[in-house]
């Protein structure tokens, strides 16, 4: 049976090839897709085959690619292996679009996610030419009903010129009901109060009004999504889990959070998940979530009935957990609900509900400023996804990394990071393996020794308080002393001979 | 004529000295203060007087100062003179107190000022044992009139465990309804929206709620705010504002603002003055302002029908202009407003209402990172204050300063700042006297390009160049590269030779 119920858009369904041929080189275009869930697969694949034959020929053929976060190897893997792809933004974690990126092939522009969408349509990146965007199903009235992301497609389907739709008969007709689609988003000076006051709260309509003028395609696909396998959970995710539990726990007890805590945020990842894991077996009910992206974990945490709302904007499932969830979606529709990113991550609710944010890291320094993007200063590796939109506005901001890369050879604890993501005016607690750093209402030169000795592996603790020793002996204040010509030999001494050690 | 028209509030009036005799060794307090005015005169200067004798002694003497932002002579001033600052939050500017912050004396925090209140409230620096409050008055029925500055007042006096009210006679009593006091503030889970939705819209009370029970003393005083002269307009500021002023014409003309712009936000100084100054000359009507500060410039742009509505927490005015707003408070409370620092700072409101953000800097890189606060690195200057805020939810994040200091020995333009407080994924226009770089969408290496050429000054444009271009051919990647062993050039060569010049 077709998920594309109404007459009039059946009557502009056509083949993925056929729909790719109306993009053209220059185009910029917004695709649906957070974090491997609810991307087109059909369109992207067929475009990239038009692009690779254009080259072939010698034309020239990129198009910009907006997405929601990341995507998968059919939509940035793709588009990136036939050099496809001009301008990239806002968030990627594919290796042949990192590659691509650090080559100089892709320009890529890393924004905060909450941005993303709004600074699009506000014109930031010139004109919006395509929306591509995967739908569950178009009802018989012609409603989009979401699949398993919902990312910026509120506002690419405002800013764009025209839509093509993907309908994607592997997501579950069980999800219709689990999104909340507000139409309250608008340009300012015509914006208004987002009503959230708790995490679970519904403000918006289940389904997508479509602009049947914009629509030029409707095309059908049935394949799945991403859904990574998470890696078995680690000793050394279980000890920063348990550090975590075990600060909330404390805070709880001096009467700063209730005991249901407040609405956990947690990037994503096998920490994340640990944490989550940590949960199922802790002390906490009737937890609460405001986040990104549905994981494994919480979904057991949904099961067992100690979360009772969770609130994110896409699934970052496992293919065992998307199963679930694809069989189960009705019920879960009764807890999860899938919302814009530009709500999943507005400061606006996040700082409102006083969310609990707990995010990774690629490194940070001894003064608390957290890289969380590129590798060694140049080299991107993902992006900032939406970790600064639930960092800078959280109750409570915490980050968490092993204190060692690389089997040892890199520590996650620099004198300097070698590019800043996050300030320190923005990060509350650090934890690695080692320990629990809570820097709160502390200055620079007391954050440092704490970090040092909490954080950074005993291997590089003597270099690191040496580092900052001769810090203050030396530089120009004790307010935050750096000797600037030796604040990245960690990571120079890393390029050149492979490891941080002396 | 007493101000303390309450007759149980008159029974707690005690001299400044018997007042500050109830603050002990180790106290947190909040005083009341922002950007040098509304702060409390009298009971800092004799707290002061008897932190010194208590040092003179032998005994131990220090408090944590928490205020709103800067303060003046009387209170930073005078406390750090004495080294009676144990640790200051969240923002300063008096050259004693940053004597002794960089002098390692007083541990400073230097927080985002919408955070600053909230958290201390919530408990991120211990116990708050203390508020002292400067007001206008005390009415009859026992309210609280604001003076010149709302700041942190309200979390102050909700966290603290005591108050000491500081009702000063200088301030005008034509300043009773133009502050906009809401109750609505809570710490999670209990906060509601913000329901503001125009610049100039009030949605509170024009007093502060006194608990009586709280109030251990009254003293009265009559002295100026701190109201320091402006600087006379130079060509650079006027340079500078011209761009900007030009490109939010620009930016009109495409249909990408309003007519009437969208509320400004204007950093403290003499190029945000020049901003002002071009707007009450330029063809701009009906403009709105939602802000930190009242100054000069935004005065004259009421006075002259342009600035219909203004939104801040305090003024920063000159002499004369003080006296203008003194003698005229009540006229000008129908167009300006005076909010808690809470929600003049606040992402909701500002990524609501799509502020236009113009902000000054230390230096910015060639990648868009913007250091407001350090001196090479390691020294602080004053505090990241409200730039964080603003600039992170702002529609258009705009940084201004003269393309060089000290008399060309260093560049505002460098390979990579020294220090961080707003990242390139914040950052979308910086302007000097050299020209404007609209880096909107543009990847680290296209905005490379354009900072240089747009905004460094043609004396350091070559080894910008030269260092951007070696780091390309050699660096890890073409996204961000680096070459750390050389990003900090600049700032060493000028520590051990005086200038960045080579």
């Not at 802790?282 to 009772?308: C, H, R, W």
């Not at 995010?359 to 590796?381: F, K, P």
């Not at 915490?398 to 050879?409: H, L, M, N």
């Not at 004198?415 to 620079?444: F, W």
Request: proline share 5%; charged share 20%.
């Amino acid at each position: 049976m077709t998920r594309v119920a109404s007459e009039q858009y059946r009557a502009k369904i056509k083949s993925a090839e056929d729909a790719a041929r109306l993009i053209k080189n220059g185009m910029n275009i917004g695709f649906s897709g957070f974090t491997g869930s609810g991307y087109p697969k059909a369109v992207p694949q067929a475009l990239a085959a038009q692009i690779k034959e254009a080259h072939d020929r010698g034309e020239q053929f990129q198009v910009g690619v907006f997405t929601g976060a990341s995507t998968a190897p059919e939509l940035d893997g793709a588009l990136a292996a036939v050099d496809g792809i001009k301008i990239r933004m806002p968030y990627q974690s594919d290796p042949d679009m990192r590659g691509k990126i650090n080559s100089g092939v892709s320009q890529y522009v890393d924004a905060h996610l909450s941005h993303s969408g709004p600074q699009v349509w506000a014109g930031h990146y010139g004109k919006l030419d395509l929306a591509v965007i995967e739908l569950t199903a178009i009802t018989e009235d012609g409603r989009g009903i979401p699949s398993s992301s919902v990312g910026n497609n509120v506002s690419w389907m405002a800013a764009a010129d025209a839509i093509i739709l993907e309908v994607n008969h592997w997501q579950s007709e069980g999800l219709e009901g689990m999104h909340d689609i507000w139409d309250g988003v608008a340009l300012p000076p015509n914006r208004i109060p987002i009503p959230i006051t708790s995490a679970g709260q519904r403000i918006g309509k289940t389904y997508y009004d479509l602009d049947f003028s914009k629509v030029i395609a409707v095309v059908e696909s049935d394949s799945p999504d991403r859904n990574t396998p998470f890696k078995p959970l680690d000793d050394e995710s279980r000890k920063i889990a348990g550090y975590y539990l075990d600060f909330l726990a404390n805070e709880v007890k001096q009467g700063r959070l209730p005991e249901n805590l407040l609405p956990l945020q947690s990037g994503v990842g096998n920490i994340a998940n640990a944490v989550l894991s940590g949960l199922l077996e802790g002390p906490f009910e009737n937890l609460t979530s405001y986040t990104e992206v549905i994981q494994d974990g919480m979904v057991d945490l949904i099961d067992a009935g100690k979360l009772v709302a969770a609130s994110a904007t896409a699934f970052s499932l496992s293919p065992d957990y998307a199963t679930q969830m694809n069989d189960n979606a009705a019920e879960y529709a009764k807890t999860i609900i899938l919302r814009q990113q530009d709500i999943s991550n507005h400061p606006e609710p996040i700082r409102r509900l006083g969310v609990l944010a707990c995010n990774g890291l690629i490194e940070a320094d001894i003064y608390g400023n957290v890289n969380s993007t590129h590798i060694m200063g140049s080299r991107m590796q993902n992006g900032i996804g939406g970790s600064g939109d639930f960092t800078r506005n959280a109750h409570i901001s915490a980050f968490v990394t092993p204190s060692t890369a690389k089997g040892g050879q890199i520590s996650a604890i620099v004198p300097m990071v070698s590019h800043h993501d996050h300030t320190e005016h923005d990060v509350h607690v650090i934890i690695t393996e080692q320990g629990l750093a809570d820097i709160r209402g502390l200055a620079p030169i007391k954050r440092a020794k704490l970090i040092i000795d909490k954080c950074a592996h005993p291997d590089y603790r003597e270099i690191l308080h040496d580092y900052f020793d001769r810090s203050v002996a030396t530089a120009n204040s004790h307010h935050t002393p750096h000797i600037l010509r030796e604040a990245h030999d960690f990571h120079i001494r890393f390029l050149e001979t492979g490891t941080m050690l002396p």
